[in-house]
């Protein structure tokens, strides 16, 4: 039998930001195994090893890590200077962030904007600017159904940010194109993570009242948003430009 997968990544050099847990580790695994060479990046360096130890090598994969806070210049700087051509970018980093509109302070706006937005957009920006995205490639962002389709209380600076990388997303695909890279994101629902787990005034039986609003009845894991990642880094996904995947159990459906 012959051999195809039309998701193949082999032979393509993609980077993962955000790559030392959750989504972006899981991603970067799954990259791997589907062929990718890989340039994995995060700020924790033991985690970020981590994932560096899990990559799959087996068609002669070469990987590499850099270890960056992609809200400073010489965060952006680090990924630059390594003068790496890539075939795709899956753009991850984030943190999450709750508390009512009431008690946010100017200094909660400025950090989850460093890190949920200008990051986003300084690394796209000297990415194209400096030609590292080959003619062709994808470029891929994690939003959220947060920013799009669903508001809860406490998560107005999670959802405001994750809307703008929503449509930060559009423009770049416009401005983009010209040189055949298409632009996407992902929209996740609740995803079990380090970074969803219950903490502070919501428990864990919260987190299941709240999962009932899922047409599934319960949140996904992390390997379920990988595959539409790696599906908009291949060249299965090579007429799709511009486009939000929902990937939410049926949330956006059942509000």
């Known amino acids: 039998m012959i051999e195809y997968n039309p998701m193949s990544l082999e032979g393509k050099t993609i980077l993962i930001t955000g790559a030392s847990s959750g989504i972006g580790k899981a991603t970067a695994i799954e990259c791997a195994k589907l ?9 924790n360096a033991e985690r970020l090893q981590q994932t560096l130890e899990s990559l799959d090598i087996s068609v002669g994969q070469q990987h590499q890590q850099i270890i960056a806070d992609l809200t400073t210049e010489e965060g952006i700087k680090a990924i630059i200077d390594k003068k790496i051509e890539y075939d795709g970018v899956f753009s991850n ?8 509109i009431k008690f946010i302070t100017a200094d909660d706006l400025e950090n989850i904007s460093k890190v949920n937005v200008f990051s986003h957009v300084m690394l796209a920006k000297s990415l194209f600017k400096k030609k590292q995205l080959k003619k062709g ?11 799009n389709f669903s508001c809860t209380s406490g998560a107005t600076l999670y959802g405001m940010g994750k809307a703008a990388i929503n449509s930060f997303m559009k423009y770049a695909a416009i401005e983009f194109a010209p040189r055949g890279i298409r632009v996407n994101d992902v929209c996740p629902g609740m995803i079990e993570t380090p970074l969803t787990a219950p903490t502070g005034d919501l428990t864990e039986e919260d987190y299941k009242k709240d999962a009932e609003h899922y047409l599934l009845k319960r949140y ?3 390997e379920e948003v990988v595959h539409t990642v790696a599906f908009l880094l291949s060249d299965a996904a090579s007429f799709i430009d511009g486009s939000s995947i929902v990937v939410d159990g049926g ?3 059942n509000h």
């Open 251 to 253: 949330y956006s459906i």
């Open 137 to 147: 490639g994808s470029y891929v962002l994690t939003a959220s159904i947060g920013g």
């Open 35 to 43: 062929g990718a060479s890989l340039v994995i990046v995060g700020r």
């Open 93 to 100: 980093a984030g943190i999450g962030f709750s508390k009512p």
């Open 220 to 222: 996904g894991q992390p």
